[in-house]
C-alpha cells in the first residue's frame, strides 16, 4: 500500500507516518520547503531505511501540491491531508491565512484524484462545531464556529466533500478532538500542567468545569489509518477517546501523578464561556469500524514523563 502525508513534519503527521510506515506502507511525505522540522522525518526516514520500508521526503508549497502528479509522478492508494496554515496562536484568528486553506484543501482533493487515490483523509477539528452543551454527534450536530479556524475547517470540507463527489472519490473528514502524548508542541495544556507540578509550583487554571476529551497520540494516528483502509466510510467522522469527563478530572488525575497532594490553582484563570469548548463526541462510527483506543489517559501522561524524563510519580 501506498499514501501520501501531507503536514508530515506536524506533531500528527509524523506520527502518522511512523504508524503507516510499521504497518507496510510505502510513505511520500510532502513539507514545506523552509520547515524547521525537518530533521525529525529524516530520522524516521534513515530508521526505516534500515528495515527496508520506503519513506520519500519531498518539499513542495501547498500552492504547488498538483506537482506531485504533474511532476513527480506520484501514485497512491490513499491521500492524508494533514497540513494547514496558521493552527496556533493569534493566526487562527488571521482571516487571509485561513482562507488560503480552503483552497489547499481543494487542491489536495484533485491531487489524490490524479494520483490515483482512492480515498483523501482531511484533518478537521472539533472547533468546527464551537461551544456545543452536550453530545456532538456527526451529520446532526448543526457546526456554530466562533473562530476563523473553525470555520475554515468547516468551509474546506463542505466545499471539499461536494468537489471529492464530482471527482469521484472518498472524502473522509475526521474531526480530531483533543490529541496529546509524547512529541506534541510546547503550549499546550497537558505540558504545562506537567511542567508547572513538576516545578513545585500551582497550575494557574479556569474553572475547568466543561466536559473534555482526551486522545493519545499513537490512538489518533490508528484511527486515521483505519478509516482510510475501511471501504465504504466517508464524511465526517469524531476522532476521540471513551473518556470524556469534566477538564478538572483529568487535570486532578495528571496531579495525582506527579505531585500527589500539590494544590491546583482552579478558577484563578476567569474563562469565557461563549469560548469555552465542551468535548463531549459521539464515537459511534469509530465503534463501527473496530477503533478503540489502547492507552489510558495515565499511562499517557507516564509516557509523558518519561519524554520529560521526571523523576517518581505513582
Known sequence: MKA?????????????CRELLQNGYE??????????????????????????????ILEIPLNNINSLHTEHHIWADYFFHLAWNGSAGSAREDFEIQHTNIAYTADAVRTAKACGCAKVIGAG???????????AVEERTVPAPFMMYGAAKLAAYQLGAILAKQLQIELVWPRIYSVYGVGENQGTLVNYVLDTLKKGEVPVLSP??????????????????????????????????RDTRLLKAFVTEMRDIVAPGTELGFGARQAD??????????????????????????????????EKQYAGGS
Not at 511525505?29 to 524547521?36: G, L, N
Not at 477539528?125 to 453530545?135: I, K, M, P, R
Not at 466543561?210 to 484511527?223: E, G, H, P
Request: net charge negative; aromatic share 8%; with cysteine.
Open 125 to 135: 477539528s472539533q472547533a468546527e462545531y464551537g461551544v456545543v452543551h452536550g453530545t
Open 4 to 16: 501520501i502525508v501531507t503536514g508530515a513534519t506536524g506533531f500528527i503527521g509524523l506520527a502518522l
Open 273 to 306: 464561556p461563549e469560548r469555552t469548548f465542551w468535548l463531549q463526541p459521539d464515537v459511534g462510527k469509530l465503534d463501527q469500524i473496530g477503533f478503540a483506543a489502547v492507552v489510558s489517559f495515565a499511562d499517557g501522561v507516564r509516557r509523558k514523563m518519561e
Open 208 to 241: 475547568c468545569e466543561n466536559m473534555w476529551n482526551f486522545l493519545y497520540i499513537t490512538d489518533c494516528v490508528r484511527a486515521l489509518r483505519m478509516l482510510a483502509e475501511c471501504e465504504g466510510v466517508q464524511g465526517i467522522c469524531h476522532v476521540a477517546s
Open 27 to 56: 510513505v511520500t511525505a510532502v513539507i514545506r520547503p523552509d520547515t524547521e522540522k525537518k530533521d525529525k522525518l529524516l530520522d524516521l526516514q534513515k530508521e526505516n531505511d534500515a528495515s527496508g520500508r520506503s519513506l520519500q
